[in-house]
T-cell receptor, first 110, second 117 residues
Framework: QQPVQSPQAVILREGEDAVINCSSS?????VHWYRQKHGEAPVFLMI?????EQKGHEKISASFNEKKQQSSLYLTASQLSYSGTYFC???????????FGQGTRLTINP | DTAVSQTPKYLVTQMGNDKSIKCEQN?????MYWYKQDSKKFLKIMFS???????INETVPNRFSPKSPDKAHLNLHINSLELGDSAVYFC????????????????FGQGTRLTVV
């Protein structure tokens, strides 16, 4: 079953912060985050492998709450280049595959 | 050098035709995938291969047949194309196959936009 992302879309001004949530009805082994710009391929952002794990680089970070079966992606002081559609991909134990959420479209305006 | 390359980038064809999409990766990865992204941007796995062996075969019509002649190539052949097959098809590769590790980061090709008329 597909994880649910929220919000579906968000519009920000440059420099503002955003949080994108990913929630699954199934137990999770890992969560992956990807960003896709219009007309391009998805690009990997990060993998979270353990419950409670937090990862990040520069102004993009993520957390994984294994018990709640959810993950959140945090974008701080957003830049124009952050615009795109963000997908979480969840992996359940033994599944050997990712199931992607429906995506969150992020628009950053100057 | 493009890491994961797909050909063609665009494919317009009539219903009932048979077509193939080719994919090659030069990353030395062991695992390759086909994903389908529909008009609503929903990204869904179709197949995965590890060292030329089929690992994941999602419920897709058997008109879709993947072929992996070697670890670096994974082609997708589609028979008797239907209007509903119109979508963007992405090939991807990763070093390892899930269960996820730091080496299951997937690298995607640029996609093939298939339009069936």
């Amino acid at each position: 079953q597909q994880p649910v992302q929220s919000p579906q879309a968000v519009i920000l001004r440059e420099g503002e912060d955003a949080v994108i949530n990913c929630s699954s009805s199934k137990a999770l082994y890992s969560v992956h985050w990807y960003r896709q710009k219009h007309g391009e391929a998805p690009v990997f952002l990060m993998i979270l492998l353990k419950g409670g794990e937090q990862k990040g680089h520069e102004k993009i970070s993520a957390s994984f709450n294994e018990k709640k079966q959810q993950s959140s992606l945090y974008l701080t002081a957003s830049q124009l280049s952050y615009s795109g559609t963000y997908f979480c991909g969840t992996e359940s134990p033994g599944a050997q595959k990712l199931v992607f959420g429906q995506g969150t479209r992020l628009t950053i305006n100057p | 050098d493009t890491a994961v390359s797909q050909t063609p980038k665009y494919l317009v064809t009539q219903m009932g035709n048979d077509k193939s999409i080719k994919c090659e990766q030069n990353l030395g990865h062991d695992t390759m995938y086909w994903y389908k992204q529909d008009s609503k941007k929903f990204l869904k796995i179709m197949f995965s291969y590890n060292n030329k062996e089929l690992i994941i075969n999602e419920t897709v019509p058997n008109r879709f047949s993947p072929k992996s002649p070697d670890k670096a190539h994974l082609n997708l052949h589609i028979n008797s194309l239907e209007l509903g097959d119109s979508a963007v098809y992405f090939c991807a590769s990763s070093q390892d196959i899930p269960p996820s590790t730091v080496n299951t980061e997937a690298f995607f090709g640029q996609g093939t936009r298939l339009t069936v008329v």
